[in-house]
Nanobody, 120 residues
Framework: QVQLLESGPGLVKPFAALSLTCTVS??????????WSWIRRPPGKDLEWIGY???????YYNPSLKGRTSISRDTSKNQFTLQLSSVTPEDTAVFYC????????????WGQGTQVTVAS
């Protein structure tokens, strides 16, 4: 059973960079056939896909975030990290990490989610 756990600051100042880490247990981010993904839900809005890092290390991002996104990984810790730059209050959301199987539209595993608020 794969488990994912998000960690990071709950409060970020406007124009700063947000960094969140997802720790994966029960699976490997380098060998399992998943897209290791970040997704968020702003208050009162639908889920928004942010991007993913594949087991190969390839990344792909939501173009709507206009180049503010970077996803990296630490294979020694079985973690992948989201960085979102120049945040504004509109980036306030619950952020989730999740595992999407290759070739499937449905996520197999989700983290519990972590609230991030952008405010001064």
């Amino acid at each position: 059973q794969v488990q994912l756990l998000e960690s990071g600051p709950g409060l970020v100042k406007p124009f700063a960079a947000l960094s969140l880490t997802c720790t994966v247990s029960g699976g490997s981010i380098t060998t399992d056939s998943y897209y290791w993904s970040w997704i968020r839900r702003p208050p009162g809005k639908d889920l928004e896909w942010i991007g993913y890092i594949a087991s190969s290390g390839a990344t792909y991002y939501n173009p709507s975030l206009k180049g503010r996104t970077s996803i990296s990984r630490d294979t020694s810790k079985n973690q992948f990290t989201l960085q979102l730059s120049s945040v504004t209050p509109e980036d306030t959301a619950v952020f989730y990490c999740a595992a999407l199987p290759l070739g499937s539209p449905n996520y197999d595993y989700w983290g519990q989610g972590t609230q991030v608020t952008v405010a001064s």
